[in-house]
T-cell receptor
Framework: NAGVTQTPKFQVLKTGQSMTLQCAQD?????MYWYRQDPGMGLRLIYY???????DKGEVPNGYNVSRLNKREFSLRLESAAPSQTSVYFC????????????FGPGTRLTVT | AQTVTQSQPEMSVQEAETVTLSCTYD???????LFWYKQPPSRQMILVIR??????QNATENRFSVNFQKAAKSFSLKISDSQLGDAAMYFC?????????????????FGKGTKLSVKP
């Protein structure tokens, strides 16, 4: 049981390049989330997926797209990376057990130059 | 909109002593969850403790306890017998609803964090 996994752990992009951040969970959770974390800020929600086949915008969705490929996988795509997207990205999933605890992946540190 | 405020960007504590991290939040909901997460240098977000708003009793987990004041919308974290491994960023978080746990109701609203240093 690996929990929530994310790939890659680190990535450097040039402005205008595209990439996809991968996230997978093996806990059979229905809902999954993408957050970004910037210095001096908490985590802010980019997109979420309440269940397989549905996705919705969070607080800071501009410049991103998501795909809920199946129940396990939820990917985040940057179509044309910008320096403002330099951040640490976290994927999370939620369980109704244990007080609706969110389980977080290890994060991806993305730098856009 | 709900907000979470951590007024202490940085705190420091001597090893073996006690420290309290502050958190206030703003909501019009009556039912919700509150959380403290720890983020060590490894970046991993680790749940420290949770509190259900409908419970009057303060949550405790070993050396970690909270002081939950619902009327004042305050949720502070007390760390007793501080250890070097407690050094980390600590985030207070609020979850708007305990009804349907998925979708937007599952979204956590985070404070900006408190960086805790532990001196040997």
């Amino acid at each position: 049981n690996a929990g929530v996994t994310q790939t890659p752990k680190f990535q450097v992009l040039k402005t205008g390049q595209s990439m996809t951040l991968q996230c997978a969970q093996d806990m059979n959770h229905n809902s999954m989330y993408w957050y970004r974390q910037d210095p001096g800020m908490g985590l802010r929600l980019i997109y979420y997926s309440a269940s397989e086949g549905t996705t919705d915008k969070g607080e800071v969705p501009n410049g991103y797209n998501v795909s809920r490929l199946n129940k396990r996988e939820f990917s985040l795509r940057l179509e044309s990376a910008a320096p403002s997207q330099t951040s640490v990205y976290f994927c999370a999933s939620i369980t109704r057990d244990r007080g609706y605890e969110q389980y977080f992946g290890p994060g991806t540190r993305l730098t856009v130059t | 909109a709900q907000t979470v405020t951590q007024s202490q960007p940085e705190m420091s504590v001597q090893e073996a002593e006690t420290v309290t991290l502050s958190c206030t939040y703003d909501t019009s909901e009556s039912d919700y969850y509150l959380f403290w997460y720890k983020q060590p240098p490894s970046r991993q977000m680790i749940l420290v403790i949770r509190q259900e708003a409908y419970k009057q009793q303060n949550a405790t987990e070993n050396r970690f306890s909270v002081n939950f004041q619902k009327a004042a919308k305050s949720f502070s974290l007390k760390i007793s017998d501080s250890q070097l491994g407690d050094a980390a960023m600590y985030f207070c978080a609020y979850r708007p609803s305990q009804g349907w746990y998925g979708g937007s109701q599952g979204n956590l609203i985070f404070g900006k964090g408190t960086k805790l240093s532990v001196k040997p």
